[in-house]
């Protein structure tokens, strides 16, 4: 089965950045649309931006311009770039793999990795 583990999350002030990574495991990495949401403590899951097994993204409208998402085919690994940072994007960063076949597509989330952005 999928195992998806993200790293390079942590504290850092207002208008700094971070790079998340998730590094999943399996042979359908490449295959895959890959995903990074985030939820804040009483808030529902959002999605912040995605890209396809073919390198096409997309971005939640609050992230746009700041945050970046590209993929590593030969290390199984997405990445989030986020810059300019603010405080209302702290919240527990999850990473998704989506695979799809003929018959049906299924989804995979890494336990997620805390940003937070505080002065």
């Known amino acids: 089965q999928v195992q998806l583990v993200e790293s390079g999350g942590g504290l850092v002030q207002p208008g700094g950045s971070l790079r998340l990574s998730c590094a999943a495991s399996?042979?359908?990495?490449?295959?895959?649309?890959m995903g990074w949401y985030r939820q804040a403590p009483g808030k529902q899951r959002e999605l912040v931006a995605t890209?396809?097994?073919?390198?096409?993204?997309n971005y939640a409208d609050s992230v746009k311009g700041r945050f970046t998402i590209s993929r590593d085919n030969a290390k199984n690994t997405v990445y989030l770039q986020m810059n300019s940072l603010k405080p209302e994007d702290t919240a527990v960063y999850i990473c998704?793999?989506?695979?799809?076949?003929?018959?049906?597509?299924?989804?995979?989330w890494g336990q997620g990795t805390q940003v937070t952005v505080s002065s």
């Open positions: 890209i396809t097994s073919g390198g096409y993204t």
């Open positions: 399996g042979s359908i990495f490449s295959r895959s649309a």
């Open positions: 998704n793999l989506h695979y799809s076949t003929i018959i049906r597509g299924n989804d995979y």
